[in-house]
């Protein structure tokens, strides 16, 4: 069996993105390579020496693929890479002219899991989305993180947020010159029992104390979430620029749908948004607006409403209300607008129709719950 190392370059506020000269949104690129000396760059070259292949997502297989071939023949580095096998993950790339390069192009945890049974270590480099979904297929053998002293404040976060609780046992680790940490964990640790969970554990006095305290910022309101539809792929074909430009264009009309229903826009979510109403039915008409308003940029959204109580932040919304409705969204299928029950019951208008979509698990949520597809019509009969 062969083993799946993930080495990955991260900022101390877990960013990952444009270690290198690579695009960054805001300009924020080459903050790995500003660190760089002669003993991290010996380090970094020990991960190709022991490497047998090299495993990349689309993105950065793109990236590497316009740098690397071009360096002069003597550069340690390239030399290196471009002389080993590379497995690009891509359902969409149509063809791939580095030498030694294969696409997989079939189901991910399958590719990859063969390439495992083969001898060999294979090094994953940065690719956020397909390190994503091998942490979820219990692929990775081997974490090799190096942290640098940066705070960048924005750009893709190597670990997902609402990703599974696992816990990782450290193996060994290595501070450079430079400032730069090396953390090595493996997966697969057991969930540490402190001595000081029982003495610090909360008792039912100190919880009502809490929740008095935070219910004076409790408020009931109708949460929308949204996610634009194959973003990864359109991301991929277009390229950092155009895909940034079209998300700008899609943040514009999206912000002028929200205040035109009178919601408020609280923020982005990389590919989507959050909005509170304080009306269901205002939330609805605007992710029917929306959907309506994206499409001549040829965007489609998925859309998850929710009304219930949720907790005011400084600037920001949370609370058992934000977790329901970002767990709707996962439920919802391409260009779909879920509602929960509680939307159904509120909602107002002739024109409304609800489809059960039938009674779901949410992660994190207890109990079952009730979801439907909203859509513009006449009245659905049951209502």
Known sequence: MGRLIAVEFMTLDGVMEAPGFDEHR?????????????????????????????????TTYQIWAAFWPQMPPDDPFGSRIN???????????????????????????TEVGAIKERPGTVILFGSADLLAGLIGAGLV????????????????????????????????????DSGVVLLVYEPGAEAPI??????????????ASLHAAQDTDRVLATVLFTDIV????????????????????????????????????VKSTGDG?????????????????????LAPLGLDVRVAVHTGEVELRAGDVGGIGIHIAARALAEAAGGDIV????????????????????????RGVPGLWELFSASMGERDADR
């Open 339 to 362: 509602a929960t029950r509680t939307v159904r019951d509120l909602a107002t208008g002739t024109d409304l129709v609800f489809r059960p979509l039938g009674s779901v698990t949410l």
């Open 26 to 58: 805001s300009g924020r690129n080459a903050w790995a390579l500003r660190h760089a000396d002669e003993e991290l760059q010996a380090y970094n070259l020990e991960h190709l020496e022991d490497a047998g292949a090299i495993l990349l997502g689309r």
């Open 141 to 176: 053998d081997e974490y090799r993180v190096l942290v640098y002293p940066v705070i960048l404040g924005s750009g893709k976060r190597l670990f997902r947020d609402e990703a599974e609780l696992e816990h990782l046992r450290l193996v060994r680790s290595r501070t450079f």
């Open 273 to 293: 948004v959050l909005a509170t109403f304080d009306a269901p039915t205002r939330a609805l008409r605007c992710a029917f607006g929306l959907r309506a308003g």
């Open 230 to 265: 194959d973003s990864t792929r359109r991301a991929a074909a277009l390229g950092d620029k155009p895909w940034r430009q079209l998300l700008d264009r899609h943040d514009q009309v999206t912000r002028a749908e929200v205040e035109r229903w009178r919601g408020q826009l």
């Open 194 to 207: 402190g001595k000081f969970v029982d003495d610090y554990a909360w008792t039912d006095a100190q919880r």
């Open 83 to 109: 002389g080993l096998p590379k497995y690009v993950v891509s359902k969409t790339l149509e063809r791939a002219d580095w030498t030694g390069t294969t696409i997989l192009r079939g189901d991910v945890a």
